[in-house]
């Protein structure tokens, strides 16, 4: 490739950044107006993986507790196969359960609502109506007004597969609860980050994208709300830097993958955005708050 080459291609990726970070803005200033939120609430919030309630609530988290409300955290899978053949599966599944017990520190939560389902990690789908019975038991047990849990367009199974048990686990416990759900790897795709290493944006998710009506800029519509972290954002930084395991390569292996290789570091760049956004609503019913 000639220098001139190298010019035009570090300009088209200054451009795509300059257009991510334009997106970025918009999204804030739409999110600023959908804030109607009574922090105050009991809550439960369900997490696919160790990391994922800091990654896509941890603000919040932190808002709630600070507001004196009662939460617990649920971690539906033992994330057992995030580095695997790196490491063994038995010693991924006790390293990702105490960065948890340890980031749930950083967050605020008592170790005494901190609840592990360690359903097997990839499988969550497979293993749903055990779920659903320890997470009914749960909601019975501790009777939260809200449940958080991922939003149910997400693109790891396992997210999705949450999202569908908790839902269940909700109709069949038959109280009127809120439920939030929380993108988290929606936000890894155009136009919300741009060129990088990645599953979801390179090039061709472009194309895909207007194929399949712009599913990625339906977060602008989609998320009903939006509560402000701004004030929080180091504390839920904090939070996550507790999972070392998904923060940084062990040993420094470059075969590690870190949450950071993720466009380049952009896609971690949209969690700590000055607002959380969610998809809002009441179980049963369709009530807005």
């Known amino acids: ?19 991510n970070t334009v997106w970025r803005k918009l999204l804030d200033r739409v ?24 990654l896509g609530c941890g603000g919040t988290i932190i808002r709630k507790l600070d507001q004196g409300a009662e939460l617990h955290i649920v971690y539906l899978t033992d994330g057992a196969q995030s580095h ?16 948890a017990l340890d980031a ?15 359903m097997p990690d990839d499988h969550l789908a497979e293993h749903s109506q055990k779920a659903i019975v320890r997470v009914r038991e ?22 999705r597969a949450a999202n569908l048990i ?5 109709k069949l ?8 759900e929380y993108p988290i790897w929606r936000w890894n795709s155009w136009p919300w980050v741009g060129p990088g290493k990645g599953a979801w944006h390179h090039p061709w998710a472009v194309t895909k994208a ?5 599913p990625s800029l339906s977060l602008l519509t989609g998320c009903n709300v939006a509560v402000d972290v701004s004030k929080v954002l180091d504390r839920k930084r904090s939070a996550l830097e507790m999972y070392q395991s998904q923060m940084v390569r062990a040993n420094g292996d470059q075969r590690w993958d870190v949450l950071s290789d993720c466009a380049d570091g952009r896609f971690l760049e949209m969690m700590f955005q000055p607002h959380e956004a969610f998809k809002r609503y009441t179980i049963p019913g369709e009530r807005r708050f």
């Open 1 to 19: 490739m000639s220098f001139a080459q190298v010019g035009v291609c570090a300009a088209t990726v200054e451009n795509r950044r300059s257009a």
């Open 31 to 54: 999110m600023s107006g959908r804030e109607r939120n009574d922090l105050g609430r009991s809550a439960m919030v369900f997490s696919p993986h160790p990391d994922d309630e800091a």
């Open 84 to 99: 695997v053949p790196l490491m063994a599966s038995e010693q991924v599944r006790e390293v990702r359960h105490e960065e």
């Open 104 to 118: 749930c520190r950083a967050l605020g939560v008592s170790e005494t609502h901190i609840h592990f389902i360690d």
């Open 138 to 159: 749960l909601l019975e047990m501790h009777r939260p007004e809200e449940v958080f849990v991922t939003h149910r367009d997400e693109a790891p199974a396992d997210h």
């Open 166 to 170: 908790v839902r269940e686990a909700v």
């Open 173 to 180: 416990n038959g109280s009127v609860t809120i439920v939030w």
């Open 210 to 214: 207007v194929w399949n009506g712009w």
